[in-house]
């Protein structure tokens, strides 16, 4: 069935003008599988969003009986009202009009960043002639000239999309080539052609100058002009800079749909053009101020990839490290699974996803995996296993599994939640802040009258907007989610600070204190450094407040942050794209997304080097650490959560390979490092884990032997086989130099080879999505 992104009934429901429950739930259900109509909605939601803003802000505009009857003069000459003239009475021309102006004004303000402390300004956007094309420059400057300054950005930094504007004042043309203000011009004004498409030009001209140009031309506003889309209803546009001096023009946004506004335009096209009326100064006083533009340009895609906002941190895939320069491997141990279905969510909407937003340790550790339990009350338990390197059979697979601790059923402690919600403008769209509601309420029918539950939110403004309230209040607190709105700037700092104060003031000693952040991590109001946030994280997280993030959204999508907000706040990262992930991370996971057992889990690991050459870590590459860090307990690592399963693997060369990484050249001032009588033995790698107890500050040691002795990978087992594949498909989709001879048709065999019972479908899930990158074009 093809479905009309243009239906009223899309429109409808980005207002809320939808009541019908069912009807509602099948539109949600269409917008999580089509990006497009969810792009449309979204466009909708930010426009009504920006003009109830500025009503709101700004009084109306009000016409005087002279300008009122320049409209309506002509609206009469017009060819579309002239099309009306037969049916109509004149009185509609006018306020028909005069809305027009007043939309387009509206629209505009948010990119007219003036200092009203300054003249008013005066910028002229015009196109040129082809051959005037200049090369281009990152920055365009308006400088204070007594003469009119010409910048000329070429279609790359600026598009020009086709514009409604059929005349122009007779001097705005001689701009280009004169530079006599002298006087204005008389007479009807001549023809210009539309923009060319391949450049936009920038004039800055005195505004008494403009004034006079305006002045000669019946039916016309002076003022300030600016760049604005070519319309409202199909042109998303960037928010405005938080800079007042430096409006942002967003090449990513929208290509070819940025028109030249300008200055003094006929009133015949104003859907397209917006002129703000204004004084100007006297034409003896030939001020302008500086404006500055920022241009920002994004880089080439890749094949199969669009641009967007979203941010990854670079990563670079672990190498492989020789064993007698560097016998100990050092990490802290991860349980964040946001990589997996942020991935999903990029596969599930016609693309690869971007090659950092892949961290394997994300992906194996998505799924749960048959490791045995901790015995005798031990926070958890360790398993191993080794075959041949599927993808490099001359290698060999090594697998550290860790099981947490399962709580009792009906032992959970009691929770202090503090949930935190972005209610920013970014959060508008249907998979952001509406997923966000249904996600909480999700977590809030899991939640019993020991627990409490405040909800503090945050968009310019910081609020609690629920004070602490017992969990089996239910209708409470899901009549509070149900009232959020979303519309604003992003103060996350401030909002971060409020629910710390909060979940302070209501601490259980022994019990869960945890800060649950829903967002898509723009911050763009108050501390916005990373730098800033994750100190107050942290120094929040020593007091036994943790931090858990949920991410949400696209294009906006802030991943880097909530990562390292995740991490330095003790907590676990989570993206959530469905319905179906929230109940996997709140309902079916809650236990260990809200209980730890172990913190600062740190796993250290000396290999034998007369069995291996080198080893290489697969993923954690954000997680490794000095091996020093290891014994330091003041050193943050890891959680694990109750009954939470953590897994690693290293790729080992064999001693003696080949293939095995090169040493150095002997040291001149002390010897090579010596083997030990440990050594001769059947040891491949001893394995140290250290651990603190909740609410503790000492670390314990745990240490094991693994032996060698590695199997075929057609024996192994059937999670080593899945976990083996998961493993494959993150190279595959990093385009990784480690991932050897795989390919997706061997990862989907040893995928349904480990494909097992499968309870909640999620690894039959796994090997839809393999199939879907297969269809599209390699990296």
Known sequence: MKIDANDPKWTAYALGE?????ERMEMEAILGQSPEIAAAVEEIRETAIWLKEELTAEPAEQLTPAQRKRIEEKAAGNSFFGFLSGWKPAWVYATAAAAVILIAFIAVRPFLQTDISEPEPTLIAEAAERNLVEPATDSIRFAEPEQPSITRVPAETAAVAESDVAQEPAKVQQTIGSSDFSAPPTGPPPEIPPPAMDELVLISVPSAAAAGVAAAVPGTYTGVSALLPATIADAPVSRPSPSPAKPRV???????????????????????????????????????????????????????????????????????LDVMQNPLSTFSIDVDTASYSNMRRFLDGGRLPPRDSIRIEELVNYFDYDYKAPQDGAPFAVNVEMTEAPWNPQNRLLRIGIKGRELPKGKRPAGNLVFLIDIS????PPNRLPLVKESMKMLVDQLTASDR?????????????????????????????DGLRAGGSTNGASGIQLAYKAAQENFIKGGINRVILATDGDFNVGVTNR????????????????????????????DATLELLADKGRG?????????????????????TLVAIAQDVKIQVEFNPKHVGAYRLLGYENRVMAKEDFNDDAKMAGVIGAGHVVTAFYELQPAGASGAKPGVDPLRYRE?????????????????IRSKEPEKDVSVLTEFVIEDGAGRFANASGDFKFAAAVASFGMMLRDSPYKGN??????????????????????????????RAASFPRR
């Open 572 to 592: 676990n990262y989570a993206y959530i794209d469905t319905q179906n992930e929230a109940r996997k991370v709140l309902v079916e996971q809650i236990n260990s």
């Open 18 to 22: 939808i009541t019908d429950e069912r």
């Open 672 to 688: 090579q490092p010596q083997v030990s009588a440990s050594a001769d033995s059947r040891e491949l790698a001893t394995v140290k």
């Open 742 to 771: 795989t390919d997706y048709e061997r990862i989907l065999e040893w995928a349904k080879a480990g494909r097992g019972e499968d309870r909640y479908g999620y690894r039959e899930e796994f090997i839809r999505l393999v199939h």
């Open 453 to 481: 539950v405040t909800i503090v939110v945050y968009a310019a403004e910081t609020r609690v907007l629920l004070p602490s309230t017992r969990g089996d209040q239910k209708a409470k607190i899901h009549g509070a989610i």
């Open 250 to 320: 967003n090449t990513e946004e929208a290509p070819a749909r940025i028109m030249a506004n300008t200055v003094g335009a006929p009133i015949a096209g104003a859907s397209r053009i917006a002129a703000m009326s204004a004084s100007q100064p006297p034409a003896q006083e030939l001020q302008t101020r500086r404006m500055d533009i920022e241009v920002v340009r994004p880089p080439v895609p890749r094949p199969g990839e669009t641009f967007n906002t979203e941010t990854y941190d670079p990563i670079s895939d672990n190498p492989f």
């Open 425 to 428: 403008g970014s959060m508008a």
């Open 531 to 558: 730098g800033d946030l994750t100190r107050l994280i942290e120094e929040r997280a020593k007091s036994g407040i943790f931090l858990s993030a949920l991410g949400f959204g696209m294009d906006n999508y802030k």
